[in-house]
């Protein structure tokens, strides 16, 4: 079966193609040419964007859910909000928590990746925690927070195959040790809720660590000791060049003008959005919970951002990723094709994904038409239309 897409203003590295055909065959992109081929069936984008679906490498849940609730519906639910705002690769993550709720949330992952017909593809998860700084914890519970030990760390890597991501701050005694071994087993190691200086940040880049979590929520800044100034982690993301970072651009977590500094500094080829939503991404204002909901921690949705009670901390967004879109096209005035860059491409290039992030013949047909508001109105994923509203 071979569909074309018809009448839509294509999002290519470059730049915005017009009279442009997406063709689909089989679960992937077939050919994106002004050629006219044979085809089965047809999308008429109607003047809207034809763009590769985002791809989400940081959120805790959405739609109610949070994925250490540990169940099958948690994951499905999160997975399907996020798909109708245009996200087609979600890898569901997970707060510190203790080595039976990482397992439970690893079991019920494999079961509703395998039967997700309507949601996010999920290849695998990221671990947030529990090996992190207790003055960066932020939002993270300080009970489960610990040092990597071999025996623990181990135990985890081999009975949770799918693990393609671990944050963990590279200050803490067997931190370095833990980036080695991820680094062995083909997992992203990435610097997160850490209180590391440059030095500490040099030696985990030499271990295996080469992406940052959340650039500037939860990490050392400049600061002095004894009228000397000292680097953090977010100076050393900057001053190591091919270091990755991810941001979440809900509007909330960085202002505008960080945006833009993080543009112009990291530019779209290193650096991922992310959401970092919780489970409270699309739904109401009101109290929710952030990590288990029987035993999580609370927190309250108000102005279109999770905070821990006290509003002392952000405690995760709220955003859906079309919102992430529109900030980088509005608050930080960043051309639509470098936005999607930072959406799509770069992304899974970070999470090592050669298949998708890209509209191109022999990728995955992982593909959204929205308009200029980036309003999502088709959501394929492999080639399968899993959402479609009418304009």
């Given at each position: 079966m071979i569909t074309r897409i018809k009448n839509g203003r294509v999002v290519l590295p470059g730049g915005v193609a017009e009279d442009t055909y997406v063709y689909l065959e089989d679960g992937v992109i077939s050919a994106v040419t002004r050629e006219e081929k044979a085809f089965d069936q047809e999308i008429d984008a109607a003047g809207r964007y034809v763009s590769p679906g985002f791809v989400e490498i940081h959120t805790h849940g959405g739609g109610g859910a949070d994925f250490l609730d540990g169940t099958v519906e948690a994951f499905r639910t999160a997975a399907e909000l996020h798909a109708r705002h245009g996200v087609t690769t979600l890898i569901p993550t997970a707060t510190s928590g203790e080595l039976e709720a990482t397992f439970a949330l690893n079991d019920a992952f494999e079961a509703a990746a395998?039967?997700?017909?309507?949601?996010?593809?999920?290849?695998?998860?990221?671990?947030?925690?529990?090996?992190?700084?207790y003055g960066q914890r932020g939002a993270q519970d300080p009970r489960h927070l610990r040092n990597p030990e071999?025996?623990?760390?181990?135990?985890?890597?081999d009975r949770c195959k799918k693990i393609l991501r671990w944050s963990v701050a590279p200050e803490l005694p067997g931190a370095l040790a833990l980036g080695q071994e991820l680094k062995k087993r083909g997992i992203l190691a990435a610097i997160g809720?850490?209180?590391?200086?440059?030095?500490?940040?040099?030696?985990?880049?030499?271990?295996?660590?080469?992406?940052?979590?959340?650039?500037?929520?939860?990490?050392?800044?400049?600061?002095?000791r004894n009228a000397y100034r000292y680097v953090g982690v977010l100076e050393s993301a900057y001053l190591i060049d091919d270091m990755t970072v991810e941001i979440i651009a809900d509007g909330c977590h960085l202002p505008a003008e960080l945006l833009k500094f993080v543009y112009k500094f990291k530019g779209p080829e290193k650096t991922a959005l992310i959401t970092d939503s919780?489970?409270?991404?699309?739904?109401?204002?009101?109290?929710?919970?952030?990590?288990?909901?029987?035993?999580?921690?609370?927190?309250?949705?108000?102005?279109?951002?999770?905070?821990?009670?006290?509003?002392?901390?952000?405690?995760?967004?709220?955003?859906?990723?079309?919102?992430?879109v529109r900030n980088m096209l509005n608050m930080a005035e960043v051309p639509l094709h470098e936005v999607i860059t930072m959406a799509c491409s770069t992304p899974a290039k970070i999470m090592g994904f050669t298949d998708r992030g890209v509209l191109a013949p022999g990728l995955r047909a992982d593909v959204i038409l929205f308009d200029e508001n980036i309003h999502v109105s088709h959501v394929i994923v492999g080639g399968r239309t899993i959402h479609t509203e009418e304009q």
């Open positions: 395998a039967d997700n017909p309507n949601g996010a593809d999920m290849p695998g998860l990221h671990l947030e925690g529990p090996y992190f700084a071999p025996e623990e760390y181990n135990q985890i890597l809720h850490s209180d590391a200086g440059y030095a500490e940040v040099e030696a985990a880049w030499n271990n295996g660590y080469t992406h940052v979590t959340h650039l500037y929520s939860g990490m050392s800044v400049l600061h002095r919780m489970r409270g991404a699309g739904m109401p204002d009101g109290p929710s919970m952030l990590g288990h909901w029987r035993d999580g921690l609370e927190t309250i949705i108000e102005d279109g951002v999770a905070k821990l009670p006290d509003r002392t901390s952000f405690a995760g967004s709220v955003a859906t990723f079309d919102r992430l």
